[in-house]
Nanobody, 114 residues
Framework: QVQLVESGGGLVQPGGSLRLSCAAS????????MGWYRQAPGKQRELVAS???????NYADSVKGRFTISRDDAKNTVYLRMNSLKPEDTAVYYC????????WGKGTLVTVSS
């Protein structure tokens, strides 16, 4: 079992920045891919960014050039640096980790508003 705990969400003005963190704990052999999904009100959950164990990264077109995903395997932690935030980035952001099965965090709310 893997438990994921996200942190770093909050209220930020348009153009601002936030960094999300997600720490994995529990009993597991290894974590392969980690990443972030988001779900805005009234919309389907969508992949924001993912990073493989080898460091390969994948981004949604809507966040390319603004968001950066990284991971620290020694800490079993994945990060999402979000710059130039827009109101349309407002959503609950969910961390995921793949370790044979996919685990989900409970989410952290990001609100971009003036």
């Amino acid at each position: 079992q893997v438990q994921l705990v996200e942190s770093g969400g909050g209220l930020v003005q348009p153009g601002g920045s936030l960094r999300l963190s997600c720490a994995a704990s529990g009993v597991f052999y290894s974590i392969n891919a980690m990443g972030w999904y988001r779900q805005a009100p009234g919309k389907q959950r969508e992949l924001v960014a993912s990073i493989s164990r080898g460091g390969s990264k994948n981004y949604a077109d809507s966040v390319k050039g603004r968001f950066t995903i990284s991971r620290d395997d020694a800490k079993n932690t994945v990060y999402l640096r979000m710059n130039s935030l827009k109101p349309e980035d407002t959503a609950v952001y969910y961390c995921i980790a793949d370790s044979g099965v996919r685990y989900w965090g409970k989410g952290t709310l990001v609100t971009v508003s003036s």
